[in-house]
């Protein structure tokens, strides 16, 4: 998938996955913060959130504050947009998403904004049945210029190593050099969730401090 380039406007629809990565990165209300909209969560995805207490989840007390303070804002699933959502969880299990996804891209869809969402097949499947939706990554998120304008860049490899240590979160294929500069070598043997072509391959060129050079800018347009 090529690169993805954030625009402002319209606002952003997370998904559920990305905000159990935004809250395991330790900086979610400054990234909120440095968006010019208040980010959505489906009130699909925020029950999700809520389902996860019972497993010894935080995210969605985590989450609570940042609806309170008007940093996200929930958003039901339109009347109008039901048929697109059913048409994402009914049928086989290969070409079907979990509620959240599918309230998520439905949503996004709806309203033109761009879906942030983590999975891969949820990806796919949104290029397929929606080629004009933009879709993007928390990892695309944190390394927006946005972020980067409120965040040095120790800031945001502590963020990144965090969601990746903490929620296991996924980096998309185009992002994994980058992520890499900003992580360094030791810290990127640490992170499980990254592929292990990435883990094993001796990575001494990371040892040198970032520069701008290395770090490529990821703009909201």
């Known amino acids: 998938m090529d690169p993805v380039r954030f625009r402002p406007e319209p606002p952003l629809v997370a998904d559920a996955s990305v905000w159990i990565n935004l809250v395991a990165s330790g900086r979610a209300r400054d990234v909120l913060h440095a968006l010019p909209r208040p980010a959505i969560i489906s009130s699909i995805a925020l029950g999700e959130l809520e389902r996860g207490r019972d497993k010894g989840r935080s995210t969605h007390a985590s989450v609570t504050p940042l609806i309170a303070a008007g940093y996200v804002m929930v958003v039901d699933l339109p009347e109008e947009m039901e048929d697109v959502y059913l048409s ?39 290029a397929t049945r929606f080629p004009v939706l933009t879709v993007a990554t928390t990892t695309d998120l944190l390394l927006s210029t946005q972020v980067r304008a409120v965040l040095d860049a120790g800031q945001i490899a502590d963020a990144l190593f965090a969601s990746l240590i903490g929620a296991r979160m996924r980096v998309p294929d185009h992002l994994l050099d980058e992520v890499c500069v900003y992580l360094g070598a030791d810290r990127i043997r640490l992170c499980l969730s990254l592929p292990a072509r990435v883990r094993s391959v001796p990575r001494t060129d990371l040892e040198a401090p970032l520069s701008a050079s290395l770090i490529k800018g990821h703009n909201l347009q």
């Open 88 to 126: 994402l969880v009914a049928g086989p299990a290969s070409q079907t998403l979990d509620d959240g996804e599918a309230a998520t891209l439905a949503i996004a869809l709806h309203l033109g904004a761009t879906a942030l969402i983590d999975e891969r097949k949820a990806i796919s499947i949104a």
